[in-house]
């Protein structure tokens, strides 16, 4: 009896690829992330962050400690004048203060006109004799009130 023959019977048998742990790689990665999404989240859960309640504080009241801050001299009347132009260009939503009013100030556009000169003035000179005067102020709050945007929060 011949021994090679069995073997080669044998050699002509050809074995199939090595499997590919290719998808089982990514079922892997898969289940890791979600795995360590499902623990943030617990965690997050279990621990609520902080939530810091924001105070609605309207443009009046802004208007309002401004004055008094320019009235107890803890601001000079450049620095009111500037917060001041602020507080008017945000309540009524403006992207600047230019001398043309806006389509709910068209009615008053001479005023309108004349009070951004008197912000500028206060705002850009720096040896300006004028005052804030109480009328600036006084047409500054009646506009925030009636055409401001609901008092919005600073």
């Not at 979600?34 to 623990?39: E, R, T």
């Not at 401004?66 to 992207?95: C, D, G, M």
């Amino acid at each position: 009896m011949n021994e090679t023959i069995p073997f080669n019977i044998l050699a002509d048998i050809e074995f199939p690829n090595e499997p590919s742990w290719y998808s089982e790689i990514i079922l892997a990665v898969i289940a890791s992330s979600l795995l360590l999404s499902l623990i943030v989240w617990r965690i997050m859960k279990r621990k609520p962050l902080r939530q810091t309640q924001l105070e609605t504080i309207s443009s009046e009241q802004v208007l309002n400690d401004i004055i008094a801050q320019y009235q107890s001299t803890r601001i000079n009347q450049r620095e009111a004048a500037f917060r001041i132009a602020t507080v008017l260009r945000l309540s009524l939503k403006l992207p600047q203060l230019t001398l043309q009013a806006p389509d709910i100030l068209q009615h008053e556009h001479a005023l309108w006109r004349e009070t951004i000169q008197q912000l500028e003035q206060l705002r850009y000179q720096h040896n300006c004799d004028a005052l804030l005067s109480p009328e600036l102020t006084q047409q500054v709050r009646r506009w925030i009130v009636l055409h401001g945007a609901n008092h919005d929060s600073f």
